[in-house]
């Protein structure tokens, strides 16, 4: 079964506002990551996010993380029409070496 | 210069069939992976190798064979092709723990 679930599922705004998708997960993690998937490409990494970190910037984006609550966020600030796409959260547990997915954010992004 | 490279793009084949998707990395990274994309955008991990050696294989059915002749190359070798095998494979690479991946721009299997 999936390790993660998102919400919201899809998520509509204008350019200039900015994106908050969330992300739960089940068990234990070593890290966890988050992901851009245009349509009909392959997935991108954006950022990664150590279990002993609650945050973490790159650019636009800004990750938190709550261990305690078993769930993590990300914000793009200032969004634009190139940000849309889906974003996957996944978690990698204890040194296992592979990546469990979430079940995605559809974002669009409109003028 | 395509970091994680996989071929073909597109396969549409029949049912019965055994097809193959061929995937190479150029980053040096010691781990590749085969993922699965449903029809729902769920992506679930296939199999795993560690410098040649595989190291998690994720309850596939065995028409699923993969193979890595060197740590650059991981193919998936399909044999006798189901209707629900139709969804679109992507290979990936990692070098460690905490470093990202980095995926292929995936393979759009149709059995028909």
């Known amino acids: 079964s999936q390790q993660g679930e998102e919400d919201p599922q899809a998520l509509s705004i204008q350019e200039g506002e900015n994106a908050t998708m969330n992300c739960s997960y089940k068990?234990?993690?070593?890290?966890l990551q988050w992901y851009r998937q245009n349509s009909g490409r392959g997935l991108v990494h954006l950022i990664l996010?150590?279990?002993?970190?609650r945050e973490k910037h790159s650019g636009r984006l800004r990750v938190t993380l709550d261990t305690s609550k078993k769930s993590s966020s990300l914000l793009i600030t200032a969004s634009r029409a190139a940000d849309t796409a889906s974003y996957f959260c996944?978690?990698?547990?204890?040194?296992?070496?592979?990546?469990?997915f979430g079940t995605g954010t559809r974002l669009q992004v409109t003028l | 210069d395509t970091a994680v490279s996989q071929t073909p793009k597109y396969l549409v084949t029949q049912m019965g069939n055994d097809k193959s998707i061929k995937c190479e990395q150029n980053?040096?990274?010691?781990?590749m992976y085969w993922y699965k994309q449903d029809s729902k955008k769920f992506l679930k991990i296939m199999f795993s190798?560690?410098?040649?050696?595989?190291?998690i294989n994720e309850t596939v059915p065995n028409r699923f064979s993969p193979k890595s002749p060197d740590k650059a190359h991981l193919n998936l070798h399909i044999n006798s092709l189901e209707l629900g095998d139709s969804a679109v494979y992507f290979c990936a690479s990692s070098q460690e723990l905490f470093y990202g991946y980095t995926f292929g721009s995936g393979t759009r299997l149709t059995v028909v």
């Open positions: 068990t234990s993690i070593n890290n």
């Open positions: 190798y560690n410098n040649k050696e595989l190291i």
């Open positions: 996010i150590r279990s002993n970190e």
């Open positions: 996944a978690t990698v547990a204890g040194t296992a070496s592979k990546l469990t």
């Open positions: 980053l040096g990274h010691d781990t």
